[in-house]
């Protein structure tokens, strides 16, 4: 058996690979199943839509994307704390992987951003070039 195999279940001959996969593991193997991580598309939405907030600068605040995102998530209550910097001069916003959420959880961000935006007179690009 090969070691660290994904398999997607998106069809009949992909679950019986995965229940082949099940059938051969050693004892002691770990089996993971969760739901799909975020799309490539999603993740370039998103940070689009982080640029166009940050270029807006609602409410006067000037922040980088990376900022965006890590207020975005927190509101949506994804784990995120804050650790000590290293020479102790603040915090530092440290959990924010949007890289593990899930198809749904950045739909929903994606919705929030949306919701943020429309409220702050955000002016998206991807409308802009549509128009």
Known sequence: MSVGQTVR???????????????????????NVREATRTGEQNAKMWAMLSDISRAKPEGRTLTPDVWK?????????SLRFEPALDGKGMVPVGFRSSHMTKAQMSDMIEFIYAFGSEHGVRWTEEARAA
Not at 10 to 31: C, K, M, N
Not at 70 to 78: I, K, P, R, S, T
């Open 9 to 31: 279940l998106i069809g009949d001959s992909q679950r019986a690979f995965a229940h082949r996969l099940i059938e051969r593991a050693p004892a002691g193997a770990v089996l």
């Open 70 to 78: 890590a207020l975005f998530m927190h509101a949506l209550d994804h």
